[in-house]
């Protein structure tokens, strides 16, 4: 069990950095101010605070062979019913239904290739309850040393059917 909430520790503040300076990598522009964040400015764990309570969906996932979530913020946890703790041991190809598993998988292929990929598809919640993203963002996350630590998304149009 974590002690505070997940934006005020280091690995998770280490984390948010990750995929900020990434996503500005690849894109060229600032993710919380190209998303309406007011105050983009401050301390990494300020910045960590900001991007946790964004109004849009924010997760990352690691390298492993079958990539775990490493990061979901408020947006995300409300969406799949999960506490931190259970988001954080949640394969991310669980999110997507069989039938969209084969788009998901082409999808981060060519995100693995280009850096970065727009999307749109059905996923599934921990509940079951389907809902459509549209205009969604999958990008690789890469270090300082330019080595690749996993792929983030982010989305803010979505539906449940």
Known sequence: MMNGLPWQ???II?????ILKSFEYWLNYSLLAGNGVENTQGSPQETAKRLFYAPF???SHGIEADPIFNYGNQK???IWGLTWEEFTQFPSRKTAEL???KERDRLLSETTEKGF???SGVRITSTGKRFKIDNGIIWN???QQ??????AAIYSNYSFL
């Not at 280490?14 to 990750?18: E, K, R």
């Open 9 to 11: 520790q280091d690995s």
């Open 14 to 18: 280490y984390q948010t950095q990750l």
């Open 57 to 59: 969906v924010v997760v």
């Open 76 to 78: 995300a946890l409300e």
């Open 99 to 101: 039938i969209e598993q």
């Open 117 to 119: 990929c727009y999307f």
């Open 141 to 143: 996350l890469i270090d």
């Open 146 to 151: 330019k080595k690749y630590r996993g792929q």
